[in-house]
């Protein structure tokens, strides 16, 4: 049997963290192996069942083990000895999502402690170490850019105006970034494997513990499933880059280049990680609406007035540009987001007529 590959997931009792912690043992167990995984979370929104429940998903034959047996350190990332935890484990990569997720908090200082300035320890540890990391950065580093108002697709350099102090922490962590391939340029080395993914609206199974930041599928599905009609802002227009977690995964992984198996010699950098096109929130409730098999008739669309407090730093339109993407990391988004909208709305569905699992 191959060498079993370490991978450090911060994180990776989140949402998007437990998948991908599934989808890294899947991979490793496609290629013979089984990966040793390290999981880091303060367990703020993580939570141990998010690990358990994305784990017996896999059980339906996409390579999986079916159980969770890495490690979980528990913990904040500014608390871990990186130099040390890096060369005890020697992993091949990290992927580095923990992060204070709710873009409604207010508290600057807070945010910018937990998501910034944490990072730096990790990276000059991963550059010394020569370990690749991959990183999440957001669709909220770009604010409201010009694009918006002409309702087209977002490239990298549109970013940096961000509308609330979330997103500003993710730009300060590409600064930080943009700092060291600097440093390494100016030095004459190699550039480090470093790169920031901004991911736009993620959505998919294991949602369930994620209340308010839950993805407007998520939400909307619950709404129809108790029995109540699914409310938007007027006039459900506002349109997204919706992303299912398949591909999020999978382009994380493919961020880590060899590390993960992925064929291709990527470029360290920021890069977009989106579906490539917008959904207006009315074609979003549509597609949950016929995936749970309900008339419009039976619960029409509410729609209210959106709060002065929301507007302040609401993005009415996100969509990104995937070009770049597929130049620098070899990948481009595999799963259609309409479709994946009605089978999320089916999996809720059955979980909660099943086990009343949270997912």
């Not at 949402?15 to 989808?23: P, T, V």
């Not at 990790?122 to 950065?137: D, F, I, K, T």
Request: aromatic fraction near 8%; include cysteine; proline fraction near 5%.
């Amino acid at each position: 049997m191959p060498e079993r590959p370490c991978y450090i997931v911060t994180g990776g009792a989140g949402f998007i963290g437990a998948n991908l912690c599934r989808a890294l043992d899947g991979r490793a167990r496609a290629h013979g192996t089984e990966a040793e995984l390290v999981v880091i979370d303060d367990f703020r929104s993580g939570s141990f069942a998010n690990l358990v429940e994305a784990f017996a998903r896999s059980e339906a034959g996409d390579g999986g083990g079916g159980v969770f047996s890495g490690e979980v350190l528990a913990g904040s990332v500014s608390e871990v000895d990186w130099d040390s935890l890096l060369e005890a484990r020697e992993p091949r990569a990290v992927f580095h999502l923990g992060a204070i997720t709710d873009t409604t908090v207010a508290n600057e200082r807070e945010m910018i402690e937990v998501n910034s300035e944490t990072f730096g320890p990790m990276l000059e540890a991963c550059v010394r170490g020569q370990v690749p990391l991959v990183y999440a950065s957001s669709a909220a580093t770009y604010g409201t850019p010009a694009q918006a108002a002409s309702r087209e697709a977002f490239p990298l350099e549109a970013a940096g105006r961000p509308n609330n102090v979330y997103g500003f922490s993710k730009w300060l962590m590409e600064v930080e970034h943009r700092r060291a391939l600097a440093e390494a340029s100016r030095a004459g080395r190699e550039m480090p494997h470093v790169v920031g993914l901004r991911y736009f609206n993620v959505f998919g199974p294991g949602e369930g513990r994620k209340g308010k930041m839950a993805s407007m599928v998520h939400q909307l599905a619950v709404q129809l499933l108790e029995g109540e009609s699914p409310r938007l802002f007027e006039h459900g227009e506002q349109a997204r880059d919706q992303v299912p977690v398949e591909d999020v995964v999978s382009c994380t992984i493919a961020a880590a280049g060899r590390a993960a198996w992925h064929e291709f010699d990527v470029e360290p950098g920021v890069y977009n990680l989106g579906s490539g096109r917008a959904t207006t929130f009315n074609e979003l409730v549509e597609a949950v609406r016929s995936a749970l098999e309900f008339d419009a008739g039976e619960r029409p669309t509410e729609y209210f007035e959106m709060p002065p407090s929301v507007r302040a730093f609401y993005q009415e339109y996100t969509c990104a540009d995937m070009r770049e993407t597929e130049r620098g990391l070899g990948w481009k988004p595999s799963v259609d987001p309409v479709r994946a909208m009605g089978d999320t709305a089916r999996h809720i569905e059955h979980s909660r007529r099943g086990s009343g699992g949270a997912s």
